[in-house]
């Protein structure tokens, strides 16, 4: 467990278990049409909880959360999956089944509830999950990172979007620039990190859009643009994400 002068605390799931339901009901600025896997998800929460955080505040409010899956990876950044966040999930599977030593854990998510997304709590519960994956031996930790500005382009490809540059060389989009200032390396992009599909009431609900005309349709929150098939009467959203790497240890060139 991790404390700040603040009040603040980083625990795990193994730690404190009955926190498990506030970490997964707790208010994120997420997308509702963002659906990843729910059995993975709750099999990754039970069988990894060591690796799964919540962050309290002084009134042991659950203010943030950090979820890990740990990876048998051989540090070649090729070998990491163009589908990021989904492979992360089932290699976790396939790594534990097999009884893979892992060498690397993946963070998938940090998240912060809105109303303090002002407070640098997302680098707070960075650097509270680095400090335990350093301390459980892992050698680096990636991230199928989700540029929390990239919504405002949704047309503009990701590659061009994360080599936009401040004046101080730091990376424009404000997630990317708290990676890049705890030490994470901007790796390459995974450009189907998340495949959501559903019909078009599913994504009517979801987002409160017509979806009446066939082609791209700018999302709420989207990084790229839905593709609607009215004929069909489905639409596919496939989300693009940024490997991040941190090198926990010199090991590795």
């Known amino acids: 467990m991790s404390t700040t002068s603040t009040g603040l605390r980083a625990i795990s799931l193994a730690e404190r278990p009955d926190l498990e339901e506030a970490m997964i009901t707790m208010e994120s600025s997420w997308p509702a049409y963002i659906r990843p896997d729910p059995l993975l998800v709750d099999w990754a929460l039970r069988r990894h909880a060591e690796h799964q955080f919540v962050v309290l505040d002084e009134e042991d409010r659950v203010v943030a959360r950090a979820a890990g899956v740990p990876l048998a990876w051989d540090g070649a950044s090729?070998?990491?999956?163009?589908?990021?966040?989904?492979?992360?999930?089932?290699?976790?599977?396939?790594?534990?089944?097999?009884?893979?030593?892992?060498?690397?854990l993946c963070a998938l998510e940090i998240a912060v509830v809105p109303d303090r997304l002002a407070r640098n709590l997302s680098g707070y519960t960075l650097r509270a999950l680095l400090d335990h994956a350093r301390a459980q031996g892992f050698h680096d930790v990636v991230v199928p990172l989700r540029p929390s500005g990239k919504h405002r382009y949704p047309r503009l490809p990701l590659a061009a979007y994360t080599a936009l540059r401040r004046p101080d060389g730091l990376p424009e989009d404000p997630w990317l620039r708290v990676h890049v200032r705890a030490g994470g390396e901007v790796l390459r992009v995974c450009p189907a990190s998340m495949t959501v599909a559903g019909s078009l009431a599913q994504w009517?609900?979801?987002?409160?859009?017509?979806?009446?005309?066939?082609?791209?349709?700018?999302?709420p929150g989207g990084l790229v643009p839905l593709?609607?098939?009215?004929?069909?009467d489905h639409a596919v959203y496939v989300e693009p994400n940024v490997w991040v790497r941190h090198r926990l240890t010199g090991r590795r060139p």
Do not use: F, K, M
Not at 79 to 89: F, I, N, S
Not at 212 to 219: F, I, N, R, Y
């Open 227 to 232: 593709t609607v098939n009215t004929t069909h």
């Open 78 to 104: 090729d070998e990491l999956p163009d589908t990021g966040w989904d492979e992360a999930l089932r290699q976790c599977l396939s790594d534990t089944a097999a009884g893979r030593e892992p060498t690397t």
């Open 204 to 219: 009517r609900e979801w987002t409160g859009l017509p979806l009446d005309t066939d082609g791209p349709v700018e999302l």
